[in-house]
């Protein structure tokens, strides 16, 4: 059974490995595995790689296994605590070697009349925010994506040691006005 990997948009996708003229493998992504000879087709993840969506936009990918600190305890509290919270329906998650940023877009079942897993095959998610794990793990950032000119990026927002306490306080202001009123940690407003 070849293996395989469904993303949101509900396209499945699979392995192929291929002799490369020097005699090592290379990997393809591919959607029509019949097209190929089945010695190519894999059925297990080659050691060390791994399947990636991209949040943004769900496009997969075969990619090296990116080594993370984030613990899988913190990832299952940003999701639930903002799955909770958020006022937005549409979200998605991704972690980073120190972090999980939270996507969002903009419009839920509701406004769309549509069910949600129809909605995610065309929606495009954008970063709204990042939770980052401290070095020596001795607490938490806050961090809101900033379009401001000449501040374009993450800005911090809160550090804390307590991980519910960041993701309760800011959940709540996703896809809200609310969210550009907390500015940079220790700066006043500008």
Known sequence: MPLSYTNRRQETYYIRAARTAKGGTRYYVIKDFTRYPATEILDALPPGFEWYEYPYDGKTTLRKIVPTRVPPAMLETV???????????????????????????????????????????????MPVLRFVLLPGGGGYQVQRICQYPGLEGWITLETSPDLEALVTKFAPHIGQDSLVDFWMEGKQDF
Do not use: H, N
Not at 107 to 125: R, S
């Open 79 to 125: 999701r639930e605590l903002t799955t909770r919270y958020s006022p937005r329906e549409v979200l998605g998650f991704d972690v980073e070697p120190d972090a999980v940023t939270v996507y969002e877009y903009p419009y839920g079942p509701a406004e769309m009349e549509m069910l949600l897993p129809e909605i995610l095959k065309f929606a495009y998610l």
